[in-house]
């Protein structure tokens, strides 16, 4: 079974600043995917980023990064120049290639950008 | 957006009654699940499909159970409810394979009393 742990519940940062979130996972698959959703408070569930773990290159999306550590199995979301909007939970999230076919969601991070 | 409708929104409910939540897509994905989400501990698999007639078990499936009896529709079935399930459901749908992103719908806040 996998697992996916987040251990920041809060975080806080200034506007325009650069914050990271961290996310650990365990899995004895060879190939998944991995995932960060975000969720504002209108509870609507976004996706930010995906990787795919047979990708050594680190997926970007404009203002979002990840920094993928297959070997020390560490998935973190970097938020770069950090806007109002980006206020919400943040939710690292699983999904192996084979076997069941479903997200596994850590506990969440809610992050709080202050003007 | 994706084409996915959770029904109802929201709804409160006594202990010891049945409900049932519906999540209705127009995207012809394979697979849905039923995720409930509470503090503390992110989303939580109840029940997911993999196509119709066709359903397993996730993590919190006791005192739930599901039906699809068509590609469009996902029920989820709470015999006698509980104020342990007191939360807010989410139905996701996906056309399957790994890479292939999760559509959420709006979510339910159901609350047992």
């Known amino acids: 079974a996998q697992t996916v742990t987040q251990s920041q519940p809060e975080m806080s940062v200034q506007e325009a600043e650069t914050v990271t979130l961290s996310c650990t996972y365990d899995t004895s698959e060879s190939n998944y995917y991995l995932f960060w959703y975000k969720q504002p408070p209108s509870r609507q569930m976004i996706l930010v980023i995906r990787?795919?773990?047979?990708?050594?290159q680190n997926a970007t999306e404009n203002r979002f990064s990840v920094n993928f550590q297959k070997a020390a199995k560490s998935f973190s979301l970097k938020i770069s120049d950090s806007q109002l909007g980006d206020t919400a939970m943040y939710f690292c999230?699983?999904?192996?290639?084979?076997?069941?076919?479903?997200?596994?969601f850590g506990s969440g991070t809610r992050l709080q950008v202050q003007p | 957006d994706a084409g996915i409708t959770q029904s109802p929104r929201h709804k409160v409910t006594e202990t010891g009654t049945p409900v049932t939540l519906r999540c209705h897509q127009t995207e012809n994905h394979r697979y849905m699940y039923w995720y409930r989400q509470d503090p503390g501990h992110g989303l939580r698999l109840i029940h997911y499909?993999?196509?119709?007639?066709?359903?397993d078990k996730g993590e919190v499936s006791d005192g739930y159970s599901v039906s699809r009896s068509k590609t469009e529709d996902f029920l989820l079935t709470l015999e006698s409810a509980t104020s342990s399930q007191t939360s807010v459901y989410f139905c996701?749908?996906?056309?399957?394979?790994?890479?292939?992103?999760?559509?959420f719908g709006q979510g339910t806040r159901l609350t047992v009393v």
């Open positions: 999230a699983f999904i192996a290639d084979t076997g069941r076919r479903a997200l596994t």
């Open positions: 990787q795919e773990a047979y990708k050594q």
């Open positions: 499909s993999y196509g119709v007639k066709d359903t």
């Open positions: 996701a749908i996906s056309a399957g394979g790994g890479n292939t992103e999760a559509f």
